[in-house]
């Protein structure tokens, strides 16, 4: 299995801030790589796929980049909506594997 | 819009099998594949297997032997059978739909919590 460390576990950060999510993988994945955001209580919900494309209707703010083992999340100009957790997922080879998540507090 | 719905007994003694199923609505099930993911209560999230809507399966080799995915195209219906179940499949299951091989889950159902107790 393709193990992805994500990293840090948790932060915080004030409205306005821009933070910087890391994952990576124990084997190279091209880009094959989503980012999701959970709120307490909900499913996950797609932000970012192969690695870099924003899925339709989330904010411009959220970006991604990255390719083969090392891939970054980047929020900018952080919103109070945004304090969530954030997994990575590699879609690249089976079984599918996930970041173990980061926590985001907004100050 | 493509809604997904997860339904199945909240309580499950250890050693039975759990059954879920998921229903599709507003879109059709047809050329799309249909996995079930897990999260144990404040863990992190857990990929289960998937079925493509022609009936083939992919699955998790940590739970291989204890599952079973099914598709039902004429009822729009996912279903997950996990057998001789213990504490540590407590969580709530996701059924969430990816439209390629490769590619990731794009729409999520809102889960159902699954507590094994006797």
Not at chain 2, 16 to 22: F, N, R
Not at chain 2, 30 to 48: A, C, D, N, T, V
Not at chain 2, 93 to 111: E, L, S, T
């Amino acid at each position: 299995d393709i193990q992805m460390t994500q990293s840090p576990s948790s932060l915080s950060a004030s409205v306005g801030d821009r933070v910087t999510i890391t994952c990576r993988a124990s084997q190279g994945i091209r880009n094959d790589l989503g980012w999701y955001q959970q709120k307490p209580g909900k499913a996950p919900k797609r932000l970012i796929y192969g690695a870099s494309s924003l899925q339709s209707g989330v904010p411009s703010r959220f970006s991604g980049s990255g390719s083969g083992t090392e891939f970054t999340l980047t929020i900018s100009n952080l919103q109070p909506e945004d304090s969530a957790t954030y997994y990575c997922l590699q879609h690249n080879s089976y079984p599918r594997t996930f970041g173990q998540g980061t926590k985001l507090e907004i100050k | 819009q493509v809604h997904l719905q997860e339904s199945g007994p909240g309580l499950v003694k250890p050693s039975e099998t759990l059954s879920l199923t998921c229903i599709v609505s507003g879109g059709s099930i047809s050329s799309y594949y249909w996995s079930w993911i897990r999260q144990p209560p404040g863990k992190g999230l857990e990929w289960i297997g998937y079925i493509f809507y022609s009936g083939s399966t992919n699955y998790n080799p940590s739970l291989k032997s204890r599952v079973t995915i099914s598709v039902d195209t004429s009822k729009k219906q996912i279903s997950l059978k996990l057998s001789s179940v213990t504490a540590a499949d407590t969580a709530v299951y996701y059924c969430a739909r990816f439209v390629g091989w490769n590619d990731g889950p794009d729409i999520w159902g809102q889960g159902t919590m699954v507590t094994v107790s006797s």
